[in-house]
């Protein structure tokens, strides 16, 4: 498995240089990937996803094609968890 790098809120908005208003905007609107939780209170985003995002923006991919992709690692973030979520079931059967 890759090493997974997390990234905070506010290394979001350096790397974007923008405001948290925009950020939350374009989460909302499905042209960024949504944070994960990492507590109560705190929240990261994937580097890796955020990177692949910035890339598919200065590509010239369409909003709808974006939206595509951020839908598409979304659902791979839930084959993971599936995936775990089975390994331990067949671990606590052993």
Avoid: H, W
């Avoid at 991919?61 to 973030?77: G, Y």
């Amino acid at each position: 498995m890759a090493e997974l790098k997390l990234i905070r809120k506010s290394q979001l908005l350096s790397i974007l240089s923008c405001g948290k208003a925009f950020v939350q905007y374009q989460i909302n609107k499905g042209l960024l990937p949504p944070p994960i939780r990492l507590g109560e209170r705190n929240v990261a985003f994937l580097e890796s996803e955020i990177n692949k995002t910035i890339a598919a923006m200065a590509a010239g991919l369409s909003d709808k094609q974006i939206k595509t992709l951020i839908k598409k690692m979304i659902l791979e973030r839930k084959a993971i968890n599936e995936r775990l979520n089975n390994y331990s079931l067949l671990d606590s059967c052993l």
